[in-house]
């Protein structure tokens, strides 16, 4: 099968380099098949690993070196040699003005497309920060990306994403991780919210971490469709931590099959990807 797809949401690990400290430090992640996903994979392993086109990547930053993560994106010069890839970074979103830019200045890379810094939990209070309005105004300002990584269910934080998105209407947010849905109706009543703002898009992925069935998965994609529409959708794998309960190839058939029409793989597949990210 030649169908092209670009993937906006990849980890790879190199654990002999990196610090990783949240996958090998003392208190690993309790997940099913960790040694599989603590597995060195190259892009040609991926590549050979399914059979639809991989013909691009984004990879979302993994903690590396945080202190210092310009040095992932030096690593993933090599390692994704044999296939275009942009990557998101880590950057503080709720650290002082200045330290946020001089940080940014560091990052100075051209694989370089946005910045992530997981809010999830009680740490989503820091999006409440003026500090994070100022950060995110900077990343507007210079073209970058916000990967939101929070529970929407959270409210009162989704309502502050949603006013930052009006703020900055030339900001990028992508909400990773479909929002985290664990109640459907809370969920519901933030993807409302969100799906207002024409500069926020979602990633449908990272199910593999979520509590729901099969049925509800399928039941948060009518969802996410009927109200961010063909555009502002992208399938993504989380890999490797999809192989927590799939193999990357079969994920991505999951993917295919929630699909109406070919039109719709093709925009949700490939082209939002390569719009929001110009892989």
């Known amino acids: 099968m030649s169908i092209k797809i670009i993937d906006p949401h990849v980890h790879f690990f190199n654990l002999v380099e990196g610090q990783?400290?949240?996958?090998?430090?003392?208190?690993?992640?309790?997940?099913?098949?960790?040694?599989?996903?603590?597995k060195p994979v190259?892009?040609?392993?991926?590549?050979?690993?399914i059979d639809f086109e991989l013909a691009g990547l984004v990879h979302i930053e993994?903690?590396?070196?945080?202190?210092?993560?310009?040095n992932e994106l030096n690593w993933l010069d090599s390692h994704l040699k044999d296939i275009p890839f942009k990557a998101i970074s880590y950057n503080q979103i709720d650290s002082p003005a200045d330290?946020?830019?001089?940080?940014?200045?560091?990052?100075?890379?051209?694989?370089?497309c946005g910045i992530r810094d997981i809010t999830e939990g009680a740490d989503a209070k820091r999006l409440?920060?003026?500090?994070?309005?100022k950060n995110l105004t900077t990343l507007s300002d210079t073209q970058l990306h916000f990967e939101a990584q929070f529970?929407?269910?959270?409210?009162?934080?989704?309502?502050?994403v949603a006013y930052y998105a009006k703020q900055l209407p030339q900001l990028h947010i992508i909400i990773n991780h479909a929002g985290?849905?664990?109640?459907?109706?809370?969920?519901q009543q933030a993807v409302e919210l969100l799906a207002q703002h024409n500069n926020i898009a979602i990633k449908f992925s990272g199910f593999e971490l979520l509590q729901l069935?099969?049925?509800?998965?399928?039941?948060?994609?009518?969802?996410?469709?009927?109200h961010f529409g063909e555009q502002r959708i992208m399938f993504a794998s989380n890999f490797p931590v999809c192989q927590i309960n799939t193999s990357y190839s079969n994920l991505w058939h999951c993917h295919k099959a929630l699909c109406s029409s070919d039109k719709v793989w093709h925009s949700l597949g490939y082209a939002n990807a390569k719009h929001y990210y110009q892989v």
């Open 151 to 160: 529970d929407i269910e959270n409210s009162e934080i989704t309502k502050q």
């Open 99 to 112: 330290q946020f830019i001089n940080s940014l200045e560091a990052l100075a890379h051209p694989s370089l």
């Open 180 to 187: 985290l849905p664990s109640n459907l109706n809370t969920w």
């Open 128 to 133: 409440l920060s003026a500090n994070s309005f």
């Open 213 to 226: 069935t099969s049925q509800q998965q399928i039941t948060c994609f009518n969802f996410l469709f009927n």
């Open 62 to 70: 993994a903690g590396f070196d945080n202190i210092s993560p310009i």
């Open 20 to 38: 990783y400290s949240w996958l090998q430090g003392t208190h690993p992640p309790a997940w099913p098949n960790l040694d599989k996903i603590k």
């Open 42 to 49: 190259s892009a040609q392993q991926l590549i050979k690993s």
